[in-house]
């Protein structure tokens, strides 16, 4: 797993160099946000204790298997780390599939595995984790979320972008590495929610799949124009 910093309080965990997940530097410890494929955990928990602070919570973006596969390893190895989740991707955890009467009927993708870990807290916009200030930005998943660091505005954004294979909206196909988009629940919302999270004007881009980008704003809009413009098909433009 390779580490590198970005900025004063981020380190990118890097496995395989295409999935990745974060630590974010606190007072109290770190911030894990999300927890890579299974077999991560003692990688994850190594590359803390190599940059010298315990990691006191753990924060996902979404409950896809590539973001919570080392959850329960690190729950065990962490069992007084806080593990907070949006109420939504929530369910997932259990194995509930269900769509909900109010949102679009449309087939979730991907992988949700069950985790044995229960959240401790689940979060809904605009509460903090730590520095961390929770953004909604459905349409990866249901219950997907971005976590904008308040203190130098660095958004981490699980997979509604990625920037593996160029950077693109959730739902783009990018032939060089699909499965993002491949495992995206509803293009029309992951669109909406691409532009709200553009119009936070993040200073640097922290994505799931990829490179840490900074100054992203530019790229941003250029993969707001390519998914507007595939998203042209009516079951997009349904929702
Ligand atoms: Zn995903």
Redesign the pocket.
């Known amino acids: 797993m390779k580490t590198t910093a970005h900025a004063k309080y981020l380190f990118q965990l890097s496995r395989l160099a295409f999935v990745n997940c974060y630590l974010v530097r606190e007072d109290d410890g770190f911030t894990l946000v999300d927890t890579g494929l299974s077999g991560s955990a003692r990688q994850i928990l190594n590359a803390a204790q190599a940059l010298g602070a315990p990691i006191v919570r753990i924060a996902l ?2 409950a ?4 919570v596969g080392s959850l329960d390893a690190l729950h065990q190895r962490l069992p007084e780390a806080e593990v907070l989740i949006s109420p939504r991707d929530a369910r997932f955890l259990t194995g509930d599939h269900n769509l909900d009467a109010g949102e679009p009927q449309v087939r979730l993708r ?1 992988g949700y595995p069950i985790c044995t870990t229960k959240p401790t807290r689940t979060f809904v916009p605009g509460d903090h984790v730590g520095s961390l200030e929770v953004i909604a930005s459905p349409g ?2 249901p219950g ?1 979320v971005a976590f904008l660091d308040v203190r130098d505005q660095t958004l981490i954004v ?2 509604a972008f990625q920037t593996r294979g160029g950077i693109a909206v ?1 739902g783009v196909l990018q032939p060089l590495f699909p ?2 988009a491949m ?2 629940w509803h293009k029309g919302l992951a669109l909406r929610s691409a532009e709200a999270l553009r119009a936070l004007e993040p200073a640097r881009l922290a994505a ?1 799949h990829g490179p840490v980008l900074d100054a992203p704003l530019a790229a941003m809009d250029l993969a707001i124009a390519v998914a507007k413009q595939r998203f042209q098909e009516p079951d997009a433009h349904a929702a």
């Open positions: 973006t979404h896809h298997v590539d973001h991907g990866h998943t997907h699980g997979d959730s499965f993002p495992s995206t799931g």
